[in-house]
């Protein structure tokens, strides 16, 4: 009718036709690519059982139970094809990482960024003297604001910035296809899982991270998705990468799941 506006919209037929008379179809959406790491926590020490704040400290091993939890842990990751083992520099990591390293011909990568929270001058003295310390409030309900006393202490803002840089500097040289392990500290950990979550670092100590246990978090290009935390038994057959279909890299869509999902054993 004249007078009337004109029909904006264009049907898949006339646009074909706009494009040479040919179907053009739209190219499928990008997918971010996926690097997973799986977050292991040393196992026990005798540190952690006598209520000293052990640090960096040298000579700190597992006892008798880290050692059972950590070559339980060890045989629960034995299916999971990992493409690198990286572990804090001290002993105790050390001890656990090379129980997951066992048969698989990988050799141990360490990272200084994955060693634990440098305490200063806290270090190596008993937790029942540190809670009588003004800073002590500090670390339990600002720790972003708590800096470590002594020359050689650093704030817990520090040691979740060098944990983070160490894992996606990891993550880019592994590359989207990778799962790979890091093992590291209670600490460094929930600083890692509260980065990863969006939580400000004030709201990390709300995360439990216990010895011997893993956490994962899969990164995609725009985020990433906290898969396990503080799993300290069950089944992981859902870590293990789906078979590639020709040389292709394993991809996965960015978005969250809405409405629940059906969960990792339906794909």
């Known amino acids: 009718m ?3 506006p ?30 997973t790491v799986i977050l292991l926590r040393h196992g026990r020490t005798t540190a952690n ?28 990751l034995a299916p999971v094809p990992l493409a690198a083992v990286v572990s804090s520099p001290l002993d105790r990591c050390r001890q656990t990482a090379g129980a997951v390293l066992d048969g698989r011909g990988l050799e141990l990568q360490t990272d200084d960024r994955l060693g634990e929270a440098r305490y200063g001058d806290w270090t190596g003295r008993p937790l029942k003297e540190l809670v009588k310390e003004p800073l002590w409030k500090v670390v339990q309900q600002h720790p972003s604001a708590a800096v470590f006393p002594g020359p050689e202490g650093e704030g817990l803002a520090q040691t979740q910035a060098r944990a983070v840089a160490a894992v996606r ?24 899982l509260a980065d990863a979550l969006g939580l400000h670092l004030d709201a990390f100590q709300r995360i439990v991270v216990d010895p011997a246990s893993i956490s994962v978090v899969s990164y995609t290009e725009t985020r990433p998705f906290v898969v396990r935390v503080n799993d300290t038994g069950g ?28 969960g990792a054993a339906v794909r």
């Open 169 to 192: 500097e990891w993550n880019a040289r592994l590359g989207p296809d990778a799962v790979w392990l890091a093992c590291s500290h209670g600490d460094v950990i929930k600083a890692v």
């Open 235 to 262: 089944d992981v057959s859902a870590l293990i990468p789906p078979k590639k279909k020709g040389r292709r890299s394993r991809k996965a869509d960015s978005d969250a799941v809405v409405g629940g999902g059906a």
């Open 6 to 35: 004109p029909d904006t919209r264009v049907s898949a037929c006339t646009r074909a036709e706009i494009n040479g008379g040919r179907r053009r179809p739209r190219p499928p959406p990008t997918l971010g690519a996926v690097t």
């Open 49 to 76: 059982t006598g209520g000293v704040l052990a640090g960096w400290s040298p000579g700190v091993e597992l006892d008798e139970t880290g050692q059972a939890q950590v070559a339980a842990v060890g045989a629960r």
């Open 2 to 4: 004249a007078g009337d």
